[in-house]
């Protein structure tokens, strides 16, 4: 679905990437991990069009989209979540998710001022696409609270919908379980599935490798902006660079990977 090639991207002299190659495949749970300043969120912001590349290509479903902004990432059908969630705290659920739909809509000021029909229209699809997409991630019975009253685990869940309402078919997740309790994170890791199963991609940095490990398909570790390993669950926690990445030794074994990250 996305094919990476030598990205780099250069703030001044700090190579954040540095000529990171790779694909995401579609239909599955791609996983990027590594220690902090690994430039993780920087390789997806490059993704998203938040940032533009020094140097490399991205391609989308067979469109060169290296150098195109944000929104036009958005409307290709990247959708993308953040380790923060930020939302409207004081609009109602359902609210903060129409927000999302209007990136698919065609109506302007001038269908506001005159109540146009097609302004109508739109609002009725953008209200059915937010009911859609609470109910797929299990929030349709807070529809009408106030944003800023649900729990953290509530508003990750508000987040992928969010995502989900701009009808995307690769979605980036941030950090999905950061702040959330291990029970939480079971219930978030089990609807990141259950995307897949409905025709989404997924590609999520997280730091929690036991989640990861058990979640995902294929795993890229970054580690000082350079790809240092990439494969399988199996092969990464057993690959001797990976380790060394995140204890500074040769140990090996998921249980040191753990307890690094536990230690972060």
């Known amino acids: 679905m996305l094919e990476i090639s030598h990205l780099t991207k250069r703030f001044g002299g700090l190579a954040a990437v540095h000529d990171v190659s790779t694909t995401i495949e579609a239909g599955r749970i791609n996983a990027i991990i590594g220690p902090n300043g690994a430039g993780k969120t920087t390789f997806f912001n490059l993704i998203n069009g938040v940032h533009r590349p020094t140097s490399g290509r991205i391609v989308f479903k067979g469109q060169d989209v290296t150098n195109l902004p944000a929104d036009q990432m958005a409307r290709l059908g990247i959708a993308r979540t953040f380790q923060t969630t930020t ?113 989404l991609t997924v590609c999520l940095i997280e730091h929690k490798m036991d989640m990861i490990m058990s979640l995902a398909d294929k795993i890229l570790v970054l580690n000082h902006g350079e790809r240092i390993a990439e494969g399988t669950p199996a092969e990464i926690r057993r690959n001797p660079a990976v380790i060394d990445a995140y204890l500074g030794t040769d140990h090996a074994g998921i249980d040191h990977l753990e307890a690094a990250d536990a230690r972060a």
């Open 87 to 199: 939302l409207f705290d004081v609009a109602s659920v359902l609210d903060n998710l129409i927000v999302g739909h209007r990136l698919r809509t065609r109506s302007g000021l001038w269908d506001v001022l005159v109540g146009s029909r097609r302004l109508r229209q739109e609002e009725q699809v953008c209200r059915e696409k937010a009911r859609a997409a609470l109910d797929f991630v299990g929030l349709a019975h807070l529809e009408h609270r106030v944003a800023g009253d649900i729990s953290q685990e509530e508003r990750k869940r508000l987040a992928f919908a969010l995502a989900l309402s701009t009808d995307p078919s690769l979605v980036l997740l941030d950090e999905p379980a950061g702040g959330v309790n291990p029970d939480e994170t079971l219930g978030l890791a089990e609807l990141i599935r259950k995307m897949v199963k409905s025709g």
